[in-house]
């Protein structure tokens, strides 16, 4: 298997091919572009360079971010129901492709349960860290290919697929980032991608009181609001800014109606930024808008995959449905 790179998502092997990264092409076109509008706006895919794949990691220890733990406890169950699905099926040649793979802990309880698994594929937009986390993956199942790529998920990804049948994994509520209708695109493009007859597994955040969503993004050791800034301090680093991070706070709440945790940015003071040479005028208290996470009930999320033309297969609720798990079948068409 191999990813192409033409016109489609830049994706560099970081374990076979390898070539010069071009990742950070368009980051300042990006950033000069977000930060223009009227409610100024950035990618939560600039979170992560190193220093905000180890803030994330940061965070999935804490007691407040429930959706890492509460994920990664279910797991094993889904991997012992899966092994008898695929078996059920006759699916004995899987190839597991994660998006957003981040340091793969979640794969692990899969890899242990499911031998039709012979290969792996992780991709991920912060490659060194994803390369990292595969030397130890390697260790643990010698027996399982394992491939890496650095890519960009939220442009269409090809992959020349082999024999086996295709299985998406994409946990971590990642999903959540995506505005609806990019979520749409975003499956639609992995139906291609992971070609006929394959699934995807996915981690889905549910609806729930605005107490526990907003205490999980606003953690007493203040690393969510470190993981925000990072994104001032990468352009400090990468493009010639001169943001003074104490002069923003980090934002994060619950806007109920449209079913979302929205992380901010607020200027603390009228300010003016330079970014590669641009003046940015912030007003006091004008955010910049870092990141949606939405929050899905089960037979809403299920509705959306639909619209992209994947079948809900079978769905596992955490106690309290605090979190779901979800089988889609690419039904075709
Ligand atoms: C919320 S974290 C989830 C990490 C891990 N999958 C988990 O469940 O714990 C999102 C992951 O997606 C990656 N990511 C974010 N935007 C991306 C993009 N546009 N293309 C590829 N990877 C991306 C990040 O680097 C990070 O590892």
């Not at 860290?129 to 939220?154: N, W, Y």
């Not at 999903?175 to 975003?186: L, R, S, W, Y």
Request: glycine share 6%.
């Amino acid at each position: 298997m191999r990813i192409n790179v033409g016109n489609l998502a830049v994706c560099v092997w970081l374990n076979k091919v390898k070539t010069g990264s071009s990742m950070n092409q368009g980051f300042l076109q990006d950033v000069l572009a977000g930060l223009r509008l009227s409610q100024k706006a950035l990618s939560p895919k600039y979170f992560y360079d190193e220093q905000g794949s180890e803030y994330f990691d940061q965070i999935c220890q804490l007691e407040e971010y429930y959706p890492y733990r509460t994920e990664l406890a279910l797991l094993p169950d889904v991997a012992q129901e899966l092994n008898q699905f695929f078996t059920q099926h006759s699916l004995d040649n899987v190839q597991l492709v994660e998006f957003g793979a981040g340091s793969l802990h979640k794969v692990k309880p899969l890899l242990q349960e499911l031998p039709m698994v012979r290969e792996f594929v992780a991709l991920d937009i912060s490659g060194e860290h994803l390369k990292r986390a595969s030397a130890d993956l390697a260790q643990s199942f010698p027996q399982i290919e394992i491939k890496v790529a650095q890519g960009d998920f939220t442009k269409p990804i090809r992959l020349e697929l082999s024999e086996a049948t295709s299985i998406g994994f994409f946990p971590g509520s990642t999903i959540g980032n995506f505005e609806p209708k990019e979520a749409v695109d975003f499956l639609r493009n992995a139906r291609t991608t992971l070609g006929k007859d394959s699934y995807m597994l996915l981690g889905v955040d549910t609806k729930k009181d605005r107490q526990m969503l907003e205490r999980a993004y606003n953690d007493s050791k203040d690393i969510t609001a470190h993981f925000n800034k990072n994104i001032l301090a990468r352009m400090n680093r990468e493009l010639d800014a001169d943001f003074n991070l104490d002069q923003f706070r980090h934002v994060a709440v619950y806007n109920q109606k449209l079913g979302r945790i929205e992380m901010h940015l607020r200027s603390l003071v009228q300010q003016e930024v330079t970014i590669a040479g641009e003046a940015i005028l912030f007003d006091q208290d004008e955010t910049i808008h870092t990141e949606n996470s939405y929050k899905y009930h089960p037979e809403e999320f299920e509705q959306l995959a639909s619209s992209a033309g994947w079948q809900g297969e079978k769905t596992w609720l955490a106690p309290d449905g605090i979190f779901a798990i979800m089988l889609l079948r690419n039904a075709g068409g």
